[in-house]
């Protein structure tokens, strides 16, 4: 967990570093600040389980085992990213590692995870899908349309509202009546938890117990990790609508830093280790970006290819 963190973190800032030097094209939504929600509810799934992702979709795709290659060649627009460049931030999708795509449209997944569910359940498999949305998109209908069928037909999903605090320049406080996510569970009889999102092994217990839960086949449940977002909306937001005090506050709760400080104290990490695990981190990236970056960009005739689904049984 302590590398996965570590992962999804240096990888993030790295982007944000790219795009701000023009390496990366167009709009960019990181989660630095955010990993021990990606980190801990991956933990707690199997790999087939599924995925579904929001508009700050990168860590939740790296914690899943998704290629730290492809995923920077898709966000470079490159040929060999994992949608061909086609995708970019908003649109990755991974479907080997069970990542069903991130999803510009919020609240999008909660109403996708249910069809996923009714997959699940129909072929008996067992696995259970989780989706990802933030505080504001639990103010919007398909939450609560989502939620409801997922409840009504006892399917295996796991909702995980990952709460910042912020819906891009709209406070929560502001903008959710009731104020608590996880509350909004018992309006649809299933259980609702509320967590903190800055400890990795909270994340993983509570979705650990949801994730059993829907596998036992007695359906849905609803995570509320409370997380701090210490980066922009948007790289190049301003974040003129709150105090500079937040981010500050959300360094100090650092998921990484916490559970380090607790390994070192258990004597299971120290500096050597640290530095192995850092400098293998960094390692992966740079041969991710040199990948991405000697990597060609699309050709005009790919725009005509994969626009379609291939179904083998219309052959
Ligand atoms: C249906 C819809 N309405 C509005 C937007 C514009 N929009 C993009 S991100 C965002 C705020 C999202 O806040 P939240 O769900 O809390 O997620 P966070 O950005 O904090 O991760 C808004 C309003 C959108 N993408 N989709």
């Given at each position: 967990m302590y590398a996965g963190m570590l992962r999804v973190r240096?990888?993030?800032?790295?982007?944000?570093?790219?795009?701000?030097?023009?390496?990366?094209?167009?709009?960019?939504h990181t989660s630095v600040g955010q990993e021990a929600v990606a980190v801990g509810v991956a933990a707690a799934l199997r790999p087939d389980d599924y995925v579904l992702s929001t508009h700050r979709g990168h860590g939740h795709l790296v914690a899943k085992g998704g290629s730290l290659r492809g995923l920077m060649a898709e966000l470079y627009g490159k040929a060999n990213g994992i949608c061909h460049g086609k995708g970019g931030t908003m649109h990755i999708a991974d479907a080997s590692v069970g990542y069903l795509g991130a999803n510009g449209v919020?609240?999008?997944?909660?109403?996708?995870?249910?069809?996923?569910?009714?997959?699940?359940?129909?072929?008996?498999?067992?696995?259970?899908?989780?989706?990802?949305?933030?505080?504001?998109?639990?103010?919007?209908?398909?939450?609560?349309?989502?939620?409801?069928?997922?409840?009504?037909?006892?399917?295996?999903v796991v909702f995980v509202c990952e709460n910042n605090r912020w819906a891009s320049t709209t406070a929560h406080?502001?903008?959710?009546?009731?104020?608590?996510?996880?509350?909004?569970?018992?309006?649809?009889?299933?259980?609702?938890e509320a967590t903190d999102g800055n400890d990795v092994l909270a994340v993983w217990e509570a979705v650990t117990r949801a994730a059993e839960r829907a596998r036992r086949g007695d359906g849905p449940s609803l995570v509320e990790a409370h997380t701090v977002r210490w980066v922009g909306h948007f790289e190049g937001d301003p974040q003129a609508y709150r105090p500079r005090t937040e981010a500050a506050e959300g360094r100090q709760r650092d998921p990484i830093a916490r559970l380090e400080a607790a390994l070192r104290e258990q004597h299971r990490l120290d500096d050597a280790h640290a530095a192995r695990i850092r400098d293998g981190v960094i390692a992966e990236i740079d041969d991710a970006v040199a990948h991405a970056e000697g990597s060609p960009l699309p050709q005009p005739h790919d725009a005509l290819t994969?626009?379609?689904?291939?179904?083998p049984w219309r052959d």
């Open positions: 240096l990888f993030e800032e790295r982007v944000r570093e790219l795009f701000a030097g023009g390496r990366i094209p167009g709009f960019l919020l609240a999008a997944g909660c109403v996708l995870a249910p069809g996923v569910g009714l997959s699940i359940k129909h072929r008996k498999s067992g696995q259970v899908v989780v989706t990802f949305f933030g505080d504001g998109a639990a103010n919007r209908g398909p939450f609560h349309e989502g939620v409801n069928m997922a409840a009504l037909w006892k399917l295996p406080a502001l903008s959710a009546a009731g104020g608590s996510i996880a509350a909004r569970a018992a309006g649809y009889g299933i259980p609702g994969d626009l379609f689904a291939h179904y």
